[in-house]
């Protein structure tokens, strides 16, 4: 079945530092790649996602884009501020398998340092 | 911004007590959705619904149960509370299509002594 695998945490950083957190996934399908992001005592909440191979997904300076041929989804962002410590999810959804559910990875806890 | 709304966004109670947790959205979204978020943060699915009077199980058992009325409502009910429910529980909904994209709700973390 469908499954993401995220880096793990916990991710500690100065800010100012270039983030990155690995995603990979594997699918029977072709599906839309997500990252949420979930703030302390909040809900999950939609960073940026994209629908088809090759496609960038960018929200608040964080940018991901969909490589087919490594199966990824890599998040970045060039320049990290102390507001951007949260978990971040990467997930995956293809309509077409899995009743359309969405498959989340584990979380990744970041913390951006002054 | 989404709506969708969880309450009580915080409850304690006492082991063997019945308890419902309320989710509510405002979207019109036929899907949704309840998942479970252990200390390490990871997400289990526990229930989730397509629409009105479908509701199926999840991922990970669970001895709760939910029910699904009305389009906008979801709730989450345990019979006879014990310790090992105590997490935080949230609600999410979805459009469907090709979109997929998921709202959550804020959580509600639940303690059961």
């Known amino acids: 079945g469908d499954s993401v695998t995220q880096m793990e945490g916990p991710v500690t950083l100065s800010e100012e530092a270039f983030l990155t957190i690995n995603c990979t996934y594997t699918a029977t399908g072709y599906p839309s790649l997500f990252w949420y992001v979930q703030y302390p005592g909040e809900g999950l909440q939609l960073l940026l996602k994209a629908t088809k191979a090759d496609d960038k997904g960018s929200n608040k300076g964080f940018e991901a884009t969909y490589r087919k041929e490594t199966t990824s989804f890599h998040l970045e962002k060039g320049s990290v501020q102390v507001s951007d410590s949260a978990v971040y999810f990467c997930?995956?959804?293809?309509?077409?398998?899995?009743?359309?559910?969405?498959?989340f990875g584990d979380g990744t806890t970041l913390t951006v340092k002054p | 911004e989404a709506d969708i709304y969880q309450t009580p966004r915080y409850l304690v109670i006492g082991t063997g007590k019945k308890i419902t947790l309320e989710c509510s959205q405002t979207m019109g979204h036929d899907k949704m959705y309840w998942y479970q978020q252990d200390p390490g943060m990871e997400l289990h699915l526990i229930h989730y619904?397509?629409?009105?009077?479908?509701?199926e199980k999840g991922d990970l058992s669970s001895e709760s149960t939910v029910s699904r009325i009305r389009t906008e409502h979801f709730p989450l009910t345990l019979e006879s509370a014990r310790p090992s429910h105590t997490s935080q529980y949230l609600c999410?909904?979805?459009?469907?299509?090709?979109?997929?994209?998921?709202?959550f709700g804020p959580g509600t973390r639940l303690l059961v002594l």
């Open positions: 999410a909904s979805s459009e469907g299509g090709n979109q997929e994209t998921q709202y």
């Open positions: 619904s397509y629409g009105v009077n479908s509701t």
């Open positions: 997930a995956l959804s293809d309509p077409n398998t899995n009743a359309g559910k969405s498959t």
